[in-house]
């Protein structure tokens, strides 16, 4: 089992940049696939980028656009994602997911994952 704390939320302005931490305890860190979701308000969750245990794979959601940059770091048991160019679309809560399957079956659908973290909220102002 595995424990995900979030961190690195707040607000800012179109055009600004973000980076999220989410820290994992508990089973070897490594042995995990971690993925980012994040929830608008009144809409579902979406799908932001998965990391396979390696890190040999990592697979982005369309609407990054190349503005988002998502990395782990296994010896520290933290996954990364770097936001940039913001827009006030990317207002959200982010999670931190993390389930065992190792590959990129269904990294995008978000019931494949065990393990979730309680979220960071993004903000981003016009």
């Known amino acids: 089992q595995v424990q995900l704390v979030e961190s690195g939320g707040g607000l800012v302005q179109a055009g600004d940049s973000l980076r999220l931490s989410c820290a994992a305890s508990g089973r070897a860190f490594g042995t995990y696939t971690v993925a980012w979701f994040r929830q608008a308000p009144g809409k579902e969750r979406e799908f932001v980028v998965a990391l396979l245990r390696s890190g040999s794979s990592t697979y982005y959601a369309d609407f990054v656009k190349g503005r988002f940059a998502a990395a782990r770091d296994n010896a520290k048991s933290t996954v990364y994602l770097e936001m940039h160019s913001l827009e006030p679309e990317d207002t959200a809560i982010y999670y931190c997911?993390?389930?065992?399957?190792?590959?990129?079956?269904?990294?995008?659908?978000?019931?494949?994952?065990?393990?979730w973290g309680q979220g960071t909220q993004v903000t981003v102002s016009s």
């Open positions: 997911a993390a389930r065992e399957t190792n590959t990129g079956s269904a990294v995008s659908f978000s019931g494949s994952y065990a393990y």
